[in-house]
């Protein structure tokens, strides 16, 4: 039972990560249609910044002499996290106005291309100018060895607890601002009929600009959150994305609340499956979430909270 | 203002042979002004073109996306090393078998996820991709995990070439070459025939694809197959030089690699499979010899991205347009006419049902 309580204490904070990027994948995916696969490659730049801008000024950290002289870096864990997160809805949506838009309505490889080459340009750009050595990221919650909840004779971390309960307010304040704000609105009404939306006055562009900054944003905040057990490095995202992604598929691809779902149970059939079945192991997690996928495809189609789509010849 | 001749003219004709025997003149008679030691540029063209032909049979001609095809190249290469090691198979033969286990791998990969529309193969080869390293890692016994595994056993050149390295290093080269043309006819066949022209309809669209008799799911699972096994034949053709193989060597970023060179040469063309390979082979060898440290990833990811803005169809499409302007082939006048398809030259009529008004 304690082991079990543990297993599932650690499955939490990896399906909090999972669900935030799977809802920046949905994000995306609902108003313009694309996958992006840029998102895993992003999200690790942005932890990138975020701890240039929480570390001491280096010579052996690019961008740390230059942060300290101009922005008095060192700034305290949470500020430099959430200045990351808004100049990553900066840079998404500049991402969108300046690349996406051009593929827009192109064949599904041009637009796996664009955001394929865009992770890679950001991978090798932060190869480039970061290294490939493995950084330590401070958590910004309490992270001692007595920091801890104890319930069942199982250790929950206020690392783990705080890194859910963010991630999960954050997607709450995000279920708000697309529920009960015009904006919103508007940007539902984009996902749901674009020329439609244009007809009535809507600033598609606005609408679209928006999702991907957004998911931008959400990607920067996993990123941060799972970097204190992964460490920096330039292959920080790539098993993550693949998570994501499945998850995102899981739940339905166009349905937020499916991909937090798809998250969650993924993480869960990670950490269960690879603590009871000794042949899966840390190591082969990955054929887990397809086996997951591929479970729940077979009986849904169109994933567990997606629409069924109807083709017309 | 360019030349126009007329198909199946002299002028046509000459000018094609001319095409072939300019490739066939530079194929066979560059080794042999090429230093010996500079030969390896001109094979690892060679293999990383069937590399790229693979992953094109899927992107361009089944319009499937695999972002894991490094693994299908990694499974021919292991296949390669452990039977040529393990089992004593003379090193030549162990290339269709790579071939054939790569494309049972391939196969198998496709069935699940090519039942589902969507990006859903995308997603699927993306997972195994990046499971390829801990799953070779897994299987220790077999693959000697993160330590590589080589076999001593080298291409022993017939003897009218000699018996120098020299000799042994242009029987390489001529056995690579002979393989990937090989691979280039047989993929052209295929795509020039009825698998072609169905993967051709279910491109423009499966539903009618299906409804005039193509078994879309098949079909697709079989061309993936397919795809997977031309790269698996790379992978074997990769370990000829000298058969060591490591997982890392068929990582992600070679995934990305490939798809980066299929749309860099073009989509869907066979001659873009060959400027793709050329750009994988020579851009590390260029960029070292100029001094210039870049990380590959900085360069193929501002590659791929200018290509799919700037040039949808490739180098290769940029450089058919190009060619319009010097030299247009204006088409043979047909000269079936419709109605005369019947089992002796007689038109045949067919009795349809129009729809009541």
Redesign the interface.
């Known amino acids: 039972m304690q082991l079990f309580l543990q297993r599932l204490f650690d499955a939490v904070s990896n399906g909090a990560v999972y669900a935030s990027l799977a809802v920046a994948l949905t994000l995306v995916y609902r108003s313009s249609g694309m996958?992006n696969?840029a998102l895993g490659e992003s999200s690790m730049f942005a932890t990138f910044g975020a701890l240039v801008l929480v570390t001491p000024a280096t010579p052996r950290l690019r961008g740390t002499t230059w942060a300290h002289q101009h922005l008095g870096t060192p700034w305290p864990v949470p500020v430099a996290i959430v200045a990351v997160a808004l100049a990553s809805v900066v840079f998404g949506a500049l991402v969108e106005r300046v690349?996406m838009r051009?593929?827009e309505g192109?064949s599904?490889?041009?637009v796996?291309?664009?955001t394929?080459?865009?992770?890679?340009?950001?991978?090798?750009?932060a190869?480039?100018s970061f290294g490939n050595a493995f950084w330590a990221f401070r958590s910004p919650f309490p992270h001692g060895p007595r920091d801890a909840v104890i319930i069942g004779g199982a250790r929950l971390r206020y690392e783990t607890l705080g890194t859910a309960l963010v991630l999960l307010a954050v997607l709450a304040a995000l279920r708000v601002l697309l529920q009960k704000t015009r904006t919103g609105l508007a940007f539902r009404a984009v996902a749901s009929n674009r020329s439609g939306s244009a007809l009535v006055g809507i600033d598609v562009g606005r609408s679209l600009a928006l999702g991907w900054g957004l998911a931008g944003a959400l990607g920067a905040l996993a990123g941060a959150m799972v970097a204190p057990n992964t460490l920096v490095e330039t292959g920080m995202m790539?098993?993550l994305l693949?998570f994501a992604?499945?998850a995102a598929?899981v739940g339905g691809l166009d349905s937020p609340a499916g991909a937090v779902v798809g998250g969650f149970l993924l993480a869960l059939a990670e950490t269960m499956l690879g603590g009871y079945v000794p042949a899966i192991g840390g190591?082969?997690s990955?054929?887990v979430?397809?086996a997951v996928?591929?479970a729940v495809?077979?009986v849904r189609?169109q994933g567990l909270l997606g629409r069924r789509r109807v083709?017309r010849? | 203002m360019s030349w126009r001749i007329e198909e199946g003219s002299a002028a046509h004709v000459g000018l094609r042979r001319l095409w072939w025997l300019t490739i066939a003149v530079s194929v066979l008679v560059v080794p042999a002004a090429v230093p010996s030691l500079r030969l390896h540029l001109a094979w690892e063209m060679a293999t990383w073109s069937v590399a790229v032909l693979g992953l094109n049979v899927a992107v361009g001609f089944a319009g499937q996306i695999s972002l894991g095809h490094a693994a299908f190249v990694g499974v021919g290469a292991y296949t390669c090393v452990i039977l040529s090691a393990d089992h004593g198979w003379p090193l030549l033969a162990t290339v269709p078998a790579a071939g054939a286990m790569a494309f049972v791998v391939g196969f198998a990969i496709g069935v699940p996820a090519l039942r589902f529309r969507g990006l859903y193969l995308a997603l699927l080869t993306l997972a195994v991709g990046t499971a390829f390293g801990p799953i070779v890692k897994r299987m220790e016994w077999l693959t000697n995990g993160t330590n590589g595994k080589g076999s001593p056993d080298r291409l022993v050149p017939p003897s009218w070439l000699g018996s120098t390295r020299e000799a042994e290093r242009r029987w390489v080269y001529l056995v690579i070459v002979a393989v990937a043309v090989a691979m280039f006819v047989l993929v052209a066949n295929m795509v020039r025939g009825r698998p072609g022209r169905a993967l051709e309809a279910m491109r423009s669209d499966e539903l009618s694809a299906q409804t005039f008799g193509v078994n879309v799911a098949v079909t697709k699972m079989i061309m993936f197959g397919v795809s997977a096994g031309v790269s698996g034949v790379a992978g074997a053709l990769l370990m000829l030089p000298s058969p060591f193989v490591t997982d890392s060597r068929f990582a992600q970023t070679l995934s990305f690699q490939l798809y980066t060179a299929v749309f860099v040469g073009g989509i869907g063309t066979m001659s873009g499979c060959v400027v793709g390979g050329a750009v994988i082979a020579l851009l590390p060898f260029v960029t070292t010899s100029l001094g210039i440290t870049v990380e590959p990833a900085l360069v193929f990811g501002a590659a791929l991205v200018v290509v799919t803005l700037f040039f949808p169809d490739g180098l290769m499409g940029w450089w058919q347009r190009a060619k319009l302007r010097l030299v247009e082939v204006v088409p043979r006048h047909p000269t079936a006419t419709m109605g005369d398809d019947g089992p002796d030259g007689e038109p045949v009529f067919v009795e349809i049902d129009l729809p009541p008004r």
Not at chain 1, 116 to 125: F, M, R, V
């Open positions: 996958l696969f690349l051009r593929v192109r599904t490889m041009a796996v291309g664009a394929l080459g865009l992770g890679l340009l950001i991978n090798g750009a190869s480039q790539g098993k693949v992604i499945a598929t190591d082969l990955l054929l979430a397809i996928l591929l495809l077979a189609p083709a010849l």
